[in-house]
C-alpha cells in the first residue's frame, strides 16, 4: 500500500487540501482530525468537560467511533450515528484539541488509524501521521503558512455565517498551536524525513499539485 502522512496546524488548508490531492491521486483521504471530533463530541454529548480527564476514560468502552466512506466522502459515526456535520462546531473544536491531549484517547483511536492505512492507499492528514501513525509513510508533506494567514483564510470562511472578528480567530488559531504543540504526547511536530510546503503564498491549486508531483515520484 502505497500512504501519504499530512500533517500541519490548525487553519492550514490540510482538510480541503488533502481531499483534493487524494481525489486526484484514486487515494481514499482519511481525516484523522474527525475522530478526535468525535470523541470530544461524546463526551459533550454526556455533559461531560473536555477537562474531565478520568470521566472521558471511563467513556471510551461505551463509545464507538467508524469511518465511513459514501461516494469517496468520509463520513464519520459515532456509536452508529452520522455526527459528520455535529463534529464542526467551534464548541466542539476547542473540546477536540484538549481531549486529543490525552493519552488514553490517542491509543483508542491509534488502530482504526493504524488498520485504514494497511489495506488501502490513503492519504491521511492530521498532526502525527508523520511521526507516530504511520512512520513508514512513503511520503510525508509538513503543511503550514503563517499564523495570520491562516487566520485569514478561516476568517473568510466563516465571516458571513458568524460575528466573529478575524482577531478572535487568530486568537483561537494561536491558542490551539499552543496546545497541539506543546502535550506530552504526539505533539504536533515535522517529520524530520517530511517535504516541508509553506502555503502562505501558494494557491490552492498549486499546493495540490505539488502534493501530486511529489507523490508520482515516490511512487515510481
Ligand atoms: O484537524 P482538526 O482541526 O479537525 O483536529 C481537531 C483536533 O484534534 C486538533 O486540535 C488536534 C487534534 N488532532 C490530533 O491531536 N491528532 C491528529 N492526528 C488529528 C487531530
Redesign the pocket.
Known amino acids: 500500500m502505497f500512504n501519504i502522512a499530512i500533517d500541519g496546524p ?1 487553519g492550514a488548508g490540510k482538510s480541503s487540501i488533502a481531499r483534493a490531492a487524494a481525489a486526484n491521486l484514486g487515494f481514499i483521504y482519511v481525516d ?3 475522530l ?2 468525535t470523541v470530544a463530541l461524546a463526551a459533550l454529548k454526556r455533559g461531560l468537560k473536555s477537562e474531565d480527564k478520568e470521566e472521558i476514560i471511563a467513556l471510551l468502552p461505551a463509545i464507538e467511533v467508524s469511518m465511513g466512506f459514501v461516494d469517496g466522502e468520509q463520513r464519520v459515526f459515532l456509536n452508529g450515528e452520522d455526527v459528520s456535520e455535529d463534529i464542526r462546531l467551534p464548541e466542539v ?1 476547542a473540546a ?2 484538549t481531549v ?1 491531549a490525552i493519552p488514553e484517547v490517542r491509543q483508542f483511536l491509534f488502530d482504526l488509524q493504524r488498520d485504514m492505512a494497511k489495506t488501502n492507499d490513503v492519504l491521511m492528514d ?4 508523520g511521526t507516530v501513525v504511520l512512520p513508514d509513510a512513503q511520503l510525508k508533506i509538513f503543511l503550514t503558512a503563517t499564523p495570520e494567514e491562516r487566520a485569514r483564510r478561516r476568517y473568510e470562511q466563516i465571516k458571513d455565517k458568524s460575528d466573529v472578528t478575524y482577531e478572535e480567530v487568530l486568537k483561537d488559531l494561536n491558542q ?1 498551536d499552543y496546545q ?1 504543540t506543546h502535550r506530552e504526547i504526539a505533539p504536533l511536530k515535522q517529520a524530520d524525513d517530511a517535504v516541508l510546503l509553506d502555503t502562505t503564498n501558494m494557491s490552492f491549486d498549486e499546493v495540490v499539485k505539488a502534493i501530486e508531483d511529489l507523490a508520482k515520484e515516490r511512487q515510481v
Open positions: 490548525a484523522t482530525g474527525a478526535y471530533r473544536s477536540a484539541s486529543s492530521g498532526r502525527d501521521i490551539r497541539d
